[in-house]
């Protein structure tokens, strides 16, 4: 059995958000959602992300110390993710885009992304190449919504990410949709349905993406390669510094 | 159960290949080999991957009359995999290089491949570009020995292996090495230990990236997009010309 | 006398074709067009394209055994090039896609490629990249009319062209045109004249190219580096492994 | 008088690096350094950024309150550079790496960053490719020295940047050196001296290009767009949701 | 006191443009305006700017033998830059496009160029792939105007300005606009306002810029590498050959 | 018969490269060669190009007024291509690299193209994009001699490239040699014959390129466009301006 922990970053319980992540997950695994002790409501601007960073990289490194299997960083602009897996030692972390990004491309030639709003699409793509992906990727479309206005009126979001998705695939040549904000969540199957092309969940991408990579570890030993990139800072500079003392996470760093 | 079909583009059994399948196959997974009724010995020439490339994607193909859910196509130039996506309706098709490089993109920020001989590097960058990854290879390196070469004497094979692999590291920045042939199979392990960073061996990914496959299109319905480039051929023109009948293969279409 | 032949992927005679192959080639060529014994009636798709990969290769080795200076693999695709260009050792093998690339790069700073549907354009899209004049590509457009509609009705296709070539001119910034496909035979001329941009032809850019490569052969002495991507399958393993008779092609290779 | 703000992500007095600082800013600036109340020792590790981000953000905003034309984030790896930029309103807001890569490619053809570690790579490179310089870029060059070596023993120091830097000219065609950490202050002039390229100091670059900018700002009302990635969140969101008093910053938000 | 020389590439002289640069130019500047003693009244022909390139570069040479610290030439194809710098030993060369894409680049994330005339695009585009920064370009949009019409009947060009730009902010996701000419010198302030995002004066840029190298070359000792692109010519060839008085320059070369 | 004009970008009559032009010359071709009447004796620096380059654009335009089917513009730079092929009307121009590149790329997967010197790379780097070829380019090695010493030494020339092209094809994977100098000629065919690769002469390149060239013009109507970056000055603005007489060249413009 393996357990996965998804780190939803925002400061309050979602029931729906937790229901829905049950349903996705994979036989084999044991999903529980965790949230941030403080945070903002969503993270459509750098600075919120920048709030919430340090928080979220803590807690899936709590996730490590409590054992779990994986921790999943749970926003489309992967909040996190490389400092995560710098820091862990064998706790997979995954996050939606990548996820979603490697999936697409095995799913048809080219890839949209459907954003809320025009302001995140230069940090997104600078995401999408970040991960090698760039020449996959049709277009980004924004539907010019919010975060928060995604389940507010489903009605509107499903028209607007219909409209949009439609204009992907027929304008930019996409081959495949990516919903870009994990709280797009819920929407792809009618969509895809009414399309006839895949529409890309991150939720479902990343859940499924982590258990298949607990696997690759637990069975090949496949981990982020601690050689360069993620190379783990030294628990001697750490706590002759006093870091754990000074940012409050004494429980996670061993004294 | 999920029943995979690995399909080895070689005329003749190879037993210890087929243990080696079962045992890194997932739990929930039945796996076949299935060898060509005619094949070159190997496919380091585009000449050979001509000969077999339409019995390969006949095979997948039946895989599929067969009701296999995936097919993968066992060898790393990928022979065969677009025409097999295209042609299929449900099955799942994979190929070894797509499969390593995109796990090796999540494991480390720059991979190199390591073939067998400098021939295949044009072939397996078109590859590479092709899959989008490319801003990811660090490098490709050649150990200087032939497809039927590496388990004649796995002694020097691991070596040059480890030799080459340690330049990757060392001089051109790679923090995770892909195995780039599909019988360099068995020496991932060793080698992983010995260099301390992940070695991805193709037909693991492959199988891994396969059953993932499968468990998306049950779960969540996403297959190749049949919008664009995995379009399928239709029936009509494929029966109307005889196609089945030129090409011997009247099993494989309905009359 | 350059002795040319151009290989059309087709079972059947095409008199048509025939007539313009000869008024397009220059005045020191023979040009002779070859069918294939079976072949799909176009390559629209991978899959035809792999049912008819083998038996083109065969025919422009067959070429190179009958004393051929030049082998022309017709179709835009440009199927079976580098395979081709692998086995044989001194026969000029050219193919559409890539004559008429370099020759509009030489006309202008960029080109649009005016193909029949949607579909074809992911493989096209790999091979102008492959060739490496992607920095060069303004747009492909289709023109929503398969391979065997070009002829069918001449004059929406030419009307069809026409406006695709005139959007790629005004809105994607073509200043040259490349047909898309070799069945698109015979419309340059006038569509070159509507337009006052150059409308390459991928017949006579293949023939001319041809023509060209015979003389630099014959000349100078550049033929295909056979060190590297083009190196050819040792004579020893074809035979050895019995290639020739499990193919049907003993005539083509020595015993 | 220009008020230029140092931010050097660090908890403690700097006097050698003040000193420094005095002397190469330019004639009508006044120059001040802050440091933040907490902080790792250096940022070689991505976790270390993490835990400062926040603070640097929020110093720079700070800054912005009290009245500073300008204010420099102190790291090579331009720490909450985008979202400094996205928080202040008319700020100037600068990092070493973005000023000197700008400089470096207005003086050579292609440049060449040494680092002190193999590890800080892939970060620094995204931020190359990040600020759309990539194509200048010619290599990366590790010295083999942390953060804190610098200067322990200049003359190791001093040597070991003149080997890196004579490799990238001679062997990888850099015409001019970039210093990849802002603690390598102090070097370039002498090893200008000796290579007879030019060695940019990121320092020097940062405060230089601050001025530039807050004339810019003040002369033209060129300041970062608002329209797109640098959108600034909404007051209301930041203080309907109680942010100032979640992380302790009341001062820097008007309740 | 830094003596800057704006190089007009016209033969006239031109009182509103030279009030225009007294306005633009630092308090520490000193700014003459040159024009050519022959020259075409536009460049807008790659002809016209082969016509006025010698005679540009022995402008630049000469203020540098006048004592001037910079020397600006007036195109925003940049004619001559990378000439100029290599001739020269120490004054600063700057041009309008260089100097106008590194400061856009640091004030959004993606800008448009808004050029006179369509034939501009393939030269320009050259030109921000050459200074690396074609990863930022959002796109290129024309007004359809020469660069005489742009004083002609401002209030056209104002709005034709306005009209593409805005074109370039909604459909391109510009968030930075550049004006592709120093003839649309005067325009930026008003369009600036409306738009809401900054507008580069290619004018102001290269002249700032200027001054900036201008203090880092003395300050810092940064000035143009000489090893590689902008190795000078040797004097005792130049003078050994007679081109100075060949090419009717003797006042510009010591014999 | 086709008539060729080789433009010399030299001052001085060189009967050895007249007699190797008459040697490699097509059949129906006939081939002069001019000089010009003043010029720098070599073009390796960007300065030599400014003083040659608009009497290399007229005496290519000359060429055309003295009814010549084609003029080759004579030095690996290139110098005046854009130039003279946006002001001709009808004959073709050619130039070394660009001839080069082309045929190289379909002759191997990569190419290294040999220079004299290192000062020479970035500009013809930038011609190896600028013509969209730079996927294919291997590397750049520089045989550190200059255009003058290539035949006064000819043993010490072939030696260098020898050791050079080794070093391309065994250390760069490449798979063929452009010798990146016209006056490189002659050693060509000894190169290739030691090296079993073919090794491109520029010479060569580009009279078999132009006279492609002409055919395709004469029966096809292929001439560059003159929609976009060809788009020829107007005649009214050349006269009206009296830019004949102001440069001296009224005998190639009608008054």
């Excluded at 924004?142 to 507010?152: A, C, E, K």
């Excluded at 929407?187 to 607990?214: C, H, T, W, Y």
């Amino acid at each position: 059995m393996k357990r996965i922990l998804y780190i939803h970053p925002i400061a309050g319980v979602d029931h729906e958000l937790e229901d829905y992540l049950q349903k996705i997950k994979g036989p084999d695994s044991e999903l529980s959602m965790a949230v941030l002790d403080r945070a903002p409501q969503h993270l459509e601007y750098y600075y919120y992300g920048a709030l919430a960073q340090a928080d979220l990289v803590h807690r899936a490194l709590q996730a490590e110390r409590e054992g779990y299997d994986a921790a999943i960083l749970g926003c489309f602009y992967d909040p996190g993710l490389r400092e995560a897996r710098e820091v862990v030692q064998h706790t997979v972390i995954m996050a939606p885009a990548e996820s979603s990004l490697h999936i697409a491309s095995m799913l048809g030639h080219r890839f949209s992304i459907l954003v809320g709003r025009r302001k995140w699409i230069p940090g997104m793509l600078e995401n999408v190449i970040r991960y090698g992906l760039a020449p996959r990727l049709a277009s980004f479309r924004s539907v010019g919504l919010g975060v928060l206005d995604f389940h507010r009126d489903p009605a509107l979001t499903a028209r607007r990410l219909e409209e949009e998705a439609r204009r992907a695939v027929d304008e930019d040549g996409a081959e495949v949709i990516v919903l870009g904000c994990t709280m797009q969540y819920g929407f792809f199957r009618e969509l895809q349905n009414k399309l006839g092309v895949p529409v890309i969940d991150p939720l479902v991408a990343s859940v499924r993406m982590a258990e298949l990579f607990v696997d690759l570890r637990d069975s090949f030993g496949w981990s982020p390669s601690k050689v360069g990139e993620y190379e783990s800072p030294p628990l001697a500079e750490i706590t002759s510094w006093g870091l754990p003392k000074t940012y409050g996470v004494e429980a996670l760093w061993p004294s």
